[in-house]
């Protein structure tokens, strides 16, 4: 299938931030998804993940959330698995950014794919630091975002009070959080808290766990990717979306 690829510049309270839009070839209406990037940040292989998404039917976004930052240079990702500088330079990236930020984006976002042919079903998945802002657009808006996936995701039920498993009670979409078994990132003890977090809150949910899988396993190109288990996470989330959206 063709898909269609192009740039928008979509202006958030902050600025503009430059966002990639993949749409299935036809007259539509698709139903969207926004994908939150890994702390890597924007690249060829991310936007092969985003057609190949969009290719199934859904209008994709996937947005530059380090626009604040300007123009970044690109990470080479054998040095960024290496403890040391670079990989130290790339993960503060990640840290000019929050829940705040990120949802004040999601909500420019939102309002762009209400003129994109949508048909207003609206789902969200994220990668490693992505996870977590998948999950929380589930509870930040509850009423447009019908399905989430969070994909060894980190941080996502810790002490902080902005931790994403605190809004469990406002999610009403189905969740689906797909664990790497070597995380130290989100760890057994994370895994349960979040776990409890969204049955104590009756929210629709599966937690599942890719045995022998690093963090970073479902992300293409990325060197611990894996790719039997990159393929189940592809089969694990176009069902969800299936049945949500």
């Not at 009070?161 to 994370?190: C, K, N, W």
């Not at 894996?226 to 592809?234: G, K, V």
Request: charged residues 20%; contains cysteine.
């Amino acid at each position: 299938m063709n898909v269609a690829e192009q740039r928008a510049d979509i202006r958030t309270a902050d600025g503009v931030m430059d966002t990639w839009m993949f749409q299935p070839p036809g007259a539509g209406p698709w139903p969207a998804v926004i994908l939150y990037m890994d702390v890597i940040g924007i690249r060829a292989e991310l936007n092969a993940m985003a057609a190949r998404l969009a290719a199934n039917g859904y209008v994709v976004a996937l947005p530059n959330l380090f626009y604040r930052l300007g123009e970044l240079p690109p990470v080479d990702l054998a040095t960024f698995v290496a403890p040391g500088p670079d990989r130290d330079r790339v993960l503060a990236r990640g840290k000019t950014i929050d829940g705040a930020k990120t949802m004040s984006d999601t909500a420019a976002i939102l309002e762009h794919l209400r003129g994109a042919r949508t048909t207003g079903r609206v789902g969200a998945v994220g990668y490693c630091m992505g996870g977590g802002y998948a999950l929380r657009a589930a509870g930040t808006f509850p009423d447009q975002v019908a399905a989430a996936a969070s994909f060894h995701g980190g941080a996502l039920a810790t002490d902080a009070p902005d931790s994403p498993h605190r809004l469990a009670p406002t999610m009403r979409g189905q969740i689906y959080v797909g664990v790497a078994s070597q995380d130290h990132s989100f760890d057994e003890a994370q895994r349960e808290r979040l776990r409890a977090a969204l049955q104590e809150a009756g929210t629709d949910f599966e937690i599942e766990v890719y045995e022998g899988a690093k963090h970073g396993f479902a992300v293409t190109g990325h060197p611990v990717y894996d790719a039997a288990a990159a393929e189940r996470h592809w089969q694990a989330l176009l069902t969800l979306f299936r049945e949500a959206l």
